[in-house]
């Protein structure tokens, strides 16, 4: 009821809510001046989405440690920060970031941070955790400074909004009304009106039946398709897709059969579609259908295939920035779910991603969206030096690519270069990475926090804040019981940082490889040093 309650709250006050994010605007300036800004910045890292899908994903409850990049503004002595998680965050994982600070006594940024927890470990969203518990909202409510502070999230929806309302700070995060766009069939209502290609597809329909018929009208399109993309409008990082291979029933192709028998026959096929996430059926994903809705689309062929990507942002006065481009690292059974990414994306088409980000972040913009917002695409190669490339779907969140970035930017304080696509740090360096949230080794199950800060202390695998190079943990929480890491690696080349990512791989093969004595052994020679 609660919940209820909650969202007829936020309904029956949006212009509230969009008079709150309209103080932006004042703070705009402010808020970006980095290094001097006097700001108290709440970070509530809720994922807000579908939890069955989100559950997909191994090690899906340690997701709210991927913003904490956040705790590198704790640079600027004036900013204060109070970020809040369902469970308490290990220490030595705090620690571990604010020791990232150059030039800042740790005690001091320690002091300007303040740490809270629900101690709730049900399967719902942190946000509506936080909902449930109006002392806990009150003591954020009386640790902030209204006239200073902002609301930074992962996505936002009505939850958001409603705690928005509730602490009387504004909600940098596109309104909940707006997150239609961030869809898949928003993303390609979006893609028509820019006239940005992307692959010929339906749009989101909510039975099987109906599925079956927007695939078969596919198909009468393009007799020559040999696979389908089929998709919840509404999945995440690709467990939500599936692939439908068209060889099976090629003989009903067009014109060879009747629009019934193609209908009755692709129905009959998606019984045999092969999911992206692992222990997908079609009994659960056709159940889901009808709550999320899906559409399908044609499957991108090509022998030399990328996943390149774009992001952005809106300000509060509604200029669109272009953030950076990347090369995705892809995953999977057919290479749909996202693993990690490289900075930059390829010279051959990063100044072309950058065009498109701009054509798509105007229109967002002129919808009313605010802050980030990513475009992924599918780019084969023609052959000639030339990238056929196609708009697959925005994301109108955080993405797996905005914790890489950020990291890098309030590490060193750098700028990204429109003209290049290059980001380069203060010295005037090009800085360059690779990072993933998937380094996932059974070997790893069992090391804690604790262990992992041994390792990299002892083979120097951190950031070292004098070079601008070198690796910065995330998921730490994800180690033991999900043997899973995620990291971003950082060099002056595409080639240092591969090789400082490789490094860091093979030290952790070789330390979780080793027999528990052995670690025992060393610890001494760790504590000493």
């Not at 993309?229 to 014109?255: H, R, T």
């Not at 890098?408 to 090009?430: A, I």
């Amino acid at each position: 009821m609660q919940t209820l309650n909650c969202l007829s709250s936020y309904l029956e006050q949006p212009d509230r809510f969009r008079d709150l994010q309209q103080t932006l605007r004042d703070r705009w300036q402010t808020l970006e001046l980095f290094d001097s800004s006097d700001a108290d910045i709440l970070i509530v890292p809720s994922i807000s989405i579908d939890q069955r899908e989100l559950r997909k994903i191994e090690g899906c409850e340690h997701y709210e440690e991927r913003l904490l990049f956040s705790l590198i503004r704790l640079r600027n002595p004036r900013t204060r920060l109070i970020y809040v998680t369902s469970l308490p965050l290990h220490p030595s994982v705090i620690d571990y970031y604010l020791q990232l600070l150059p030039g800042i006594p740790f005690s001091h940024a320690r002091n300007r941070l303040l740490l809270l927890s629900t101690y709730d470990a049900s399967v719902k969203p942190l946000t509506q955790k936080i909902l449930d518990r109006p002392r806990l909202i009150e003591r954020i409510r009386q640790a902030l400074r209204h006239d200073k502070a902002f609301m930074v999230c992962y996505n936002a929806t009505e939850i958001e909004a409603e705690l928005s309302l509730k602490l009387g700070v504004p909600l940098y995060a596109a309104a909940p009304d707006l997150q239609i766009w961030g869809t898949k069939s928003g993303s390609r209502q979006i893609f028509a009106e820019c006239g940005i290609p992307h692959p010929d597809g339906s749009q989101r329909v909510w039975t099987s039946t109906d599925l079956a018929e927007a695939a078969a009208d596919l198909w009468e399109r393009q007799p020559t398709l040999k696979r389908m993309v089929v998709k919840l409008n509404e999945g995440f990082s690709g467990e939500g897709n599936a692939l439908l291979d068209l060889k099976p029933i090629q003989d009903l192709a067009p014109p060879n059969a009747n629009y019934a028998q193609r209908v009755e026959a692709l129905e009959k096929s998606f019984d045999t579609l092969r999911f992206q996430a692992k222990n997908e059926t079609w009994d659960n994903f056709s159940g889901r259908i009808p709550e999320l809705g899906a559409i399908v689309e044609a499957f991108v062929e090509g022998e030399i295939k990328r996943s390149p990507s774009v992001q952005g942002r809106i300000t509060p006065n509604g200029d669109v920035e272009i953030l950076s481009t990347h090369d995705q690292i892809l995953g999977g059974s057919d290479e749909q779910i996202y693993l990690g990414c490289r900075f930059p994306a390829d010279e051959a088409y990063r100044l072309q991603l950058q065009q498109i980000g701009l054509k798509i972040g105007k229109n967002l913009a002129e919808k009313g969206a605010l802050e980030r917002f990513g475009v992924d695409f599918v780019a084969v190669d023609r052959g000639d030096g030339q990238w056929d490339m196609q708009a697959i779907e925005i994301n109108l969140r955080k993405g797996g690519t905005t914790h890489p970035f950020m990291t890098l930017r309030l590490l060193t304080n750098g700028r990204y270069n429109l003209s290049t696509g290059l980001f380069y740090s203060q010295q005037g360096r090009p800085k360059y990475y690779v990072a993933t949230d998937n380094l996932q080794k059974d070997r790893y199950h069992g090391l804690m926090p604790n262990d992992l800060m041994d390792i990299v202390a002892h083979h120097r695998l951190h950031f070292d804040t004098g070079t601008e190079t070198g690796t910065v943990f995330h998921l730490m929480g994800c180690l033991s019981q999900f043997g899973k890491l995620g990291l971003t690696s950082i060099g002056d080349s595409p080639q240092q940082a591969e090789e400082i990512y490789n490094k860091v791989a093979k030290v952790l093969d070789e330390e979780s490889g080793r027999q528990q004595w052995d670690s025992f052994v060393n610890l001494p020679e760790i504590a000493f040093w």
